[in-house]
């Protein structure tokens, strides 16, 4: 099988390899792969920015890759059969298993992946994994009631977008904090309010939407200190990078992607209903691995970059 390898650090020297391919252990099942995201995590883990969070002993190369989708071609022992050829949505907890799904062939633990229906294409789907799986995490620890105001940095990227329409969904009032030119994307996606990123005054800009400050915030922009002062005294701050300094009373706390298979088969739901955007930017082949690692370091685009598995 084909798989991005990571033997040494830096885009540069990314690798698309054949490899032996995977046999499913127990309690898991093998999949052709369709679509990978290529995620801010696999970025990190490409360029050697995470290095030193990886496992001890982990030995390079890597294979890269948080989630997929694709079909399951073989079941392994204690599992049940009739799940061959079933279109699923998986993850693998990268940091721990160092089980990489940008591959050809991926085995997943059955706990890992949720059956999906074939109305929304592969690239898109995909985009729902990693990303979406953090957005939901995060809303879940802030355990914000209906109506609560809650603002969200980084609101149209990868994370923050899925975060809009997953709150707004749940009837929180969402404030939006975007760069200049992206505040009537964040409206689209079910905002009540929009401020720009690019104001020295992030708080007062908050603050002028919800006098008093928000109920809480979910940062996934590394903000942290100017967006912090936005919120009440009391409130909540949840991260996805960068943890500030606590003031005010607020809880501050960190908050990441885990599997969470009602979670994703919501998700999967939702963007099958068109009330999940899952915008793909680009979309490269497999052996154009590197280039898709290129255009995601630019940072121009808006949606994600995929990986894409020809069919057997």
């Known amino acids: 099988m084909k798989a991005v390898r990571v033997g040494q650090f830096g885009v540069g020297h990314l690798e698309v390899s054949e490899v032996a391919d995977p046999s499913p252990g127990q309690g898991e099942v093998l999949i052709t792969v369709e679509a990978a995201t290529v995620n801010p995590a696999d970025f990190a883990v490409v360029t050697g920015a995470v290095a030193a969070r990886l496992p001890w002993g982990a030995a390079r190369p890597y294979t890269p890759g948080w989630d997929l989708v694709g079909r399951v071609v073989e079941a392994g022992e204690s599992v049940d059969p009739s799940v061959v050829g079933s279109r699923v949505l998986g993850f693998s907890l990268w940091f721990e298993s160092l089980r990489g799904t940008q591959a050809s062939l991926v085995a997943l633990p059955i706990g890992n992946i949720v059956t999906v229906a074939d109305d929304v294409p592969s690239a898109q789907l995909t985009t729902v994994g990693l990303n979406g799986l953090t957005a939901w995490r995060?809303?879940?620890?802030?355990?914000?009631?209906?109506?609560?105001?809650?603002?969200?940095?980084?609101?149209?990227?990868g994370v923050g977008g899925f975060a809009v329409e997953l709150a707004a969904a749940r009837g929180f009032t969402v404030i939006g904090v975007v760069r200049e030119g992206?505040?009537?994307?964040?409206?689209?996606?079910g905002a009540a309010a929009a401020v720009s990123a690019d104001s020295a005054e992030l708080a007062e800009a908050v603050r002028a939407v919800v006098p008093g400050g928000a109920d809480a915030l979910l940062d996934t922009a590394s903000i942290a200190g100017p967006a912090l002062a936005g919120v009440r005294d009391g409130g909540k701050y949840v991260t996805v990078t960068q943890l500030p300094t606590p003031e005010r009373g607020i809880d501050v706390f960190r908050s990441g992607g885990r599997m969470d298979a009602p979670a994703l088969t919501a998700m999967a739901g939702m963007a099958s209903s068109g009330r999940l955007h899952t915008p793909v930017a680009r979309t490269f082949g497999i052996d154009d691995a590197r280039a898709a690692y290129m255009a995601f370091a630019e940072r121009t685009r808006r949606g994600r970059i995929v990986l894409s598995f020809p069919r057997t």
């Open 138 to 157: 995060g809303l879940a620890d802030l355990k914000l009631a209906e109506g609560e105001s809650l603002v969200i940095t980084g609101a149209v990227g």
């Open 182 to 189: 992206g505040k009537q994307d964040v409206l689209n996606l």
